[in-house]
T-cell receptor, first 111, second 114 residues
């Protein structure tokens, strides 16, 4: 089983649509969870951390289900500028802080 | 806003040559990382560095790789004898103290081995 698994997509959606991405992780001892965004040939940039209680940042909502080892990201009212690859990222179980990345889900928002 | 910087942005080298990739982490950060991303693949952890020593390394980080913090600002990744399969984007990252803190990534160095 992959350490962090995502549907690679691509997801092609019209502007204004709501889109959801899912991710599963294999290590139940993981302590930290993130969604990063990566534009083509650029560095990953933190979109948001994910907490057990769920958290929201503007149009973005992230959820964590520890029992199912499942993480989600919901994007409402999609913008053209949201087109990117969304990386599900899990912190390793040790205290070195290494990050384990999923393959990424590609989103293309069309006018 | 402080940022992680990396040089060069693109390095082309011949197979078997040594390369050194350079990074300047954010100044008050204490943990430093190297990751790589082969074209079309996921970002992979290589090594973490804290208190002037390696704290964790992956299977990819074999004897051909080494890291160093030669002064108070730079953090380098050396590949002793490059192979074709080392061609990738190499990202440096840094963070503060807590393991759940955000890691900030540099813009990357694209390494091409011919």
């Amino acid at each position: 089983r992959k350490e962090v698994e995502q549907d690679p997509g691509p997801f092609n959606v019209p502007e204004g649509a709501t889109v959801a991405f899912n991710c599963t992780y294999s290590n139940s001892a993981s302590q930290s969870f993130f969604w990063y965004r990566q534009d083509c040939r650029k560095e990953p940039k933190l979109l948001m951390s994910v907490y057990s209680s769920g958290n929201e940042d503007g149009r973005f909502t992230a959820q964590l289900n520890r029992a199912s080892q499942y993480i989600s990201l919901l994007i409402r009212d999609s913008k053209l500028s949201d087109s990117a690859t969304y990386l599900c990222v899990v912190g390793g179980s040790g205290n070195t802080g290494k990050l384990i990345f999923g393959q990424g889900t590609t989103l293309q928002v069309k006018p | 806003e402080p940022e992680v910087t990396q040089t060069p942005s693109h390095q082309v080298t011949q197979m078997g040559q040594e390369v050194i990739l350079r990074c300047v982490p954010i100044s008050n950060h204490l943990y430093f990382y190297w990751y790589r991303q082969i074209l079309g693949q996921k970002v992979e952890f290589l090594v973490s560095f804290y208190n002037n020593e390696i704290s964790e390394k992956s299977e990819i980080f074999d004897d051909q790789f080494s890291v160093e913090r030669p002064d108070g600002s730079n953090f380098t990744l050396k590949i002793r004898s490059t192979k074709l399969e080392d061609s990738a984007m190499y990202f440096c990252a840094s963070r503060t103290v807590t393991s759940t803190d955000t890691q900030y990534f540099g813009p990357g160095t694209r390494l091409t081995v011919l």
